[in-house]
Nanobody
Framework: QAQLVESGGGWVQAGGSLRLSCAAS????????MGWFRQAPGKEREFVAAISRSVINTYYADSVKGRFTISRDNAKNTVNLQMNSLKPEDTAVYYC????????????????WGQGTQVTVSS
């Protein structure tokens, strides 16, 4: 059974930074595209960022482009999300996800999900 475990969530003031990490196990990490999604109370889970197996190609939602950076370390089986210039609207539970052959920004195409980590940004 594949397992994804997020860490690094917490509380920050608007304009601050936070770095999320996701540790993967039980799957051949290099064979999966990795993504980050987030879900705020009362809202649907939405795409945030994704990264290809080659590490070179990255994808971002318009709402976070220029502020967030996704990265991965295939030797360590980890994917990270560096979040800068955080805004109150970034407050949500952030989820790490893996897809073997799905579309990078399509929630239902992802095969495995972590349990999420809370990010709270105060005004």
């Amino acid at each position: 059974q594949a397992q994804l475990v997020e860490s690094g969530g917490g509380w920050v003031q608007a304009g601050g930074s936070l770095r999320l990490s996701c540790a993967a196990s039980g799957l051949t990490f290099v064979n999966y595209r990795m993504g980050w999604f987030r879900q705020a109370p009362g809202k649907e889970r939405e795409f945030v960022a994704a990264i290809s197996r080659s590490v070179i190609n990255t994808y971002y939602a318009d709402s976070v482009k220029g502020r967030f950076t996704i990265s991965r370390d295939n030797a360590k089986n980890t994917v990270n999300l560096q979040m800068n210039s955080l805004k109150p609207e970034d407050t949500a539970v952030y989820y790490c996800a893996a897809t073997f052959n799905g579309r990078t920004s399509v929630r239902d195409d992802y095969d495995y999900w972590g349990q999420g980590t809370q990010v709270t940004v105060s005004s």
